[in-house]
């Protein structure tokens, strides 16, 4: 039987390599041969223990490309040699919020990579439902349609309109590419982050202004980026207590707020605050299968790039050695992404 070579974080700490049988799909599943693999926030809390509702071991990865190499008895509408992305959520289809066509919440969803074993792996079985043609554009980016679809879905909870004042907080993964959308949908886009580093990653990928929230002048700033008024729409992707409970501070009178970023506590601001403002107050979570479809439309007119999240690419064959280091110690990193070896066998 063909054997594949499989990361599996058995532990907090502990990235080991193991040979498994390459799995065959099911009725309604494809086979992938994985070309590349982004690195989430996900990935790096689950090496540190701090990833919630997790079970070791576990195969990471959810940010994925992949090559499809075998189909299920009952798949009719792909094909072998295929390149696909994957959309991670796997939901029941029976719950109220899929129903309702919202399967992004799902009361029943379970995450590849999360839930179920992931992409630190040679091939993966993917239910036909999870998976998006992506021919005609680089693996490196396939693999980071999934975080741009997080942001595509925080824009359109946002209902960003040309023109728009928006403010992105937070320049990491999912803030940068909230802006890089809101961008082309023609808003007036700023972004804030504390990192100097990160506010200049953010002139020079995106071209857009960023601010350091920290700064004295900062409101004023702000006020002067929007024409002499605060923001008309704050998305917040950080996941920062106190940044999140400042939102309400940033918003024009009838502006609105989308939480993107989440941490696990409560949130504290005024409610006089809030209401003489009739602020209007989002939660956005994961994407749909339209999110991630808007994303792959946007990469092939190019209005997103990898670039413009990437800072950092590992090598599959060497991740047990190069993940501590090059991922979970590393001040610098952005995005990284995993690239595969294009001498693997094809399963038979």
């Known amino acids: 039987m063909a054997m594949m070579k499989t990361w599996v974080c058995q532990q907090p700490g502990e990235l080991t390599w193991q040979s498994r049988n390459i799995p065959k ?41 992949g090559t499809i190499v075998a189909l299920g008895s009952q798949t009719d509408h792909w094909h072998v040699g295929q390149q696909i992305a994957v959309i991670p959520y ?16 799902c009361e029943n969803i379970a995450v590849i990579g999360v839930h179920r074993d992931g992409g630190f792996s040679e091939y993966l079985c993917v239910p036909e439902q999870n998976i998006l043609l992506a021919e005609g554009i680089a693996p490196e980016a396939v693999a980071l349609i999934e975080p741009f679809a997080i942001s595509a879905h925080a824009v359109r909870r946002a ?40 506010r200049a990653h953010v002139a020079h990928q995106l071209a857009l ?4 929230p920290l700064a004295d002048d900062f409101l ?88 413009m999240l990437l800072t950092h690419r590992l090598h599959f064959d060497e991740l047990g050695s190069t993940y501590e280091r090059d991922v979970i110690n590393n001040p610098r990193l952005i995005k ?8 693997i066998a094809v399963a038979q």
């Open 90 to 105: 796997v939901s029941c289809h029976e719950c109220s919020a899929c129903r309702s066509g919202r399967e992004n919440c």
């Open 220 to 307: 004023t700033q702000l006020r002067d980026s929007f024409g002499g008024d605060l923001a008309q729409t704050v998305i917040d992707a950080t996941g920062s207590a106190q940044s999140m409970n400042r939102a309400v501070e940033l918003i024009r009178h009838g502006g609105s707020i989308v939480f993107v970023g989440l941490f696990k506590g409560d949130l504290q601001f005024s409610d006089p605050e809030f209401h003489k403002k009739e602020t209007t107050l989002l939660g956005s979570r994961n994407a749909t299968k339209a999110d991630f479809a808007r994303v792959g439309e946007l990469m092939q007119r190019g209005l997103l790039r990898a670039d």
């Open 159 to 198: 209902a960003v309109k040309p023109g728009d004042a928006v403010l992105v907080v937070g320049a990491g993964p999912i803030g940068l590419g909230t802006a890089a959308i809101a961008a082309a949908e023609d808003a007036q886009v700023v972004m804030v982050d504390t990192s100097p580093e990160r």
């Open 336 to 343: 990284g992404v995993i690239e595969f070896s294009e001498n």
């Open 25 to 65: 799909p099911q009725q309604h599943e494809v086979l992938i041969k994985v070309k590349t693999v982004g690195i989430c926030g996900t990935d790096i809390h689950a090496w540190r223990g701090k990833q919630p509702f997790f079970s070791y071991p576990r195969v990471l990865g959810h940010e994925i490309c």
């Open 209 to 212: 202004p960023a601010l350091d």
